[in-house]
């Protein structure tokens, strides 16, 4: 016989822990009860068989408080009861998509609206399964594909390859910056300029948390560009607009701009790149279906890469 107390542990009711978790966020067992359409003393009751099962006060409701508060029970119960939930839904979540064999793809809306037809062909009846999972910022798409979140991604990035053991990494294609004016812009008339010729204008980037902001900023600092010439824009519209009604230079990619475009494109001497590639998570678990989706696509990828890379060749 073990020598460990035969107690069983408190079977405390799912439920009971919702209510918890909400009470103990608003600390108002009327706003708890409003926001779940039950009655106050359900709220009550519930909090009351915690409380029993654990053996412990979990709210502090003296009249002598200003407002009522977690006890330190109350707090571990919190902490536990967000993570247990957290990870209720997850299943949850993986669950239904097992079952409903949901396939996952990361995407950058300026570069995905360019490439993903391509990546995308025979999808077939599969495109009912798809989920796109868009992401403005190719870093916080990169750190997805890392943590497991998204099994596979294209995005932009500013060194050629990755040195990450995680990160399966397939080129589809390479970019210079170019900077873009307006058509009454002085420099309108220009087919290529190098820094110096530019030291004093004013420019226009993405803010920062883009891969374009990072590229550019190393740039200003090679061509010491004073950072009293540098204002931002958070989208990339915004920053188009702006360059098209200013005299300010926007800095950018071919791939933000888009195929059609009021901007002149004026080319520059000696230009930072802009990469693009298909980044897969070596060590994620996929399910079959997740696993033919990824194996499709890299497929695709790698009989698009030549196409690609030819039609960025210097004409």
């Excluded at 029993?52 to 536990?80: F, I, N, W």
């Excluded at 609206?113 to 910022?137: M, N, Q, T």
Aim: aromatic share 8%; with cysteine.
């Amino acid at each position: 016989m073990n020598n460990y107390s035969q107690r069983s542990a408190p079977l405390m009711n799912l439920q009971d822990l919702t209510y918890f978790k909400y009470l103990a966020e608003s600390l108002s067992f009327t706003a708890t009860a409003e926001y779940f359409y039950v009655s106050q003393p359900s709220i009550s009751m519930a909090l009351k068989r915690l409380e029993d099962e654990l053996e412990a006060k979990l709210l502090d409701r003296r009249k002598s408080l200003r407002r009522m508060r977690l006890t330190p029970a109350g707090e571990v119960l919190y902490k536990g009861t967000t993570e247990v939930l957290n990870i209720l839904e997850t299943t949850q979540l993986n669950i239904k998509d097992a079952r409903l064999e949901t396939l996952y793809y990361g995407y950058l809306p300026t570069i995905g609206s360019r490439f993903l037809p391509e990546l995308l062909e025979g999808v077939g009846d599969k495109a009912k399964s798809l989920r796109l999972i868009e992401e403005e910022s190719s870093d916080a798409m990169y750190k997805m594909v890392q943590e497991e979140k998204v099994p596979l991604a294209i995005i932009g990035h500013d060194t050629e390859f990755f040195n990450d053991p995680v990160i399966d990494q397939i080129p589809i294609t390479v970019h210079d910056f170019s900077l873009w004016v307006s058509p009454t812009h002085p420099l309108a008339g220009r087919e290529e300029v190098c820094a110096e010729e530019v030291l004093n204008s004013v420019f226009i980037s993405l803010s920062e948390g883009y891969t374009h902001r990072r590229i550019f900023e190393q740039w200003t600092r090679e061509n010491k560009i004073p950072e009293t010439n540098i204002i931002s824009a958070k989208e990339i519209k915004t920053l188009q607009t702006i360059a098209q009604s200013t005299d300010f230079i926007a800095f950018m990619s071919e791939i933000l701009v888009g195929p059609v475009t009021p901007l002149v494109k004026v080319r520059l001497k000696n230009a930072p790149k802009f990469y693009i590639s298909l980044i897969i998570n070596n060590q994620r678990e996929n399910s079959l279906a997740q696993q033919e989706f990824n194996d499709h696509v890299i497929e695709l990828t790698r009989e698009k890469l030549t196409d690609h890379q030819m039609l960025n060749q210097p004409k």
